[in-house]
């Protein structure tokens, strides 16, 4: 039954199987479309210069303990002499993971740069709203 209803007064009850019953409205953004070869970029990207960067920091920060140990020890009347070496050691691990950490945020990567595209897609994607059915329950 093909009845259209124009300018028309119902009195009674008109079944209809294709009206937007419970219909929500739901705001749609284009896809971005995620190729392998970026999927591997993000998984695997940290930048080669941030991983250098927290091994260092981590051997400096063993060194670091093992100076405060050395230190610490005159509180139980042994005295252990630190030399200007040792200072410069971790003086020096200090300045390079510093070095590494500032350059893995200065330079580009594959990380950051699929990053970049995946925020500039969204940015400039337009947004629109659009009527959806509702979930029959």
Known sequence: MNNVFENKVITQTVVVSDALNDASVATLQADYSLTAVEFEHIKHGRHFFYTLAHGLLLITIGYAI??????????????????????????????FTSSFFLLSFCVSSDHKIVMEDIKTHFKNSPKRKQLVRGISE
Request: glycine share 10%; no cysteine.
């Open 66 to 95: 093992n100076l405060i140990a050395k230190a610490s020890s005159i509180l139980f009347g042994v005295v252990q002499q630190i030399y200007i070496g040792e200072w410069i050691a971790l003086s020096v691990g200090v300045f």
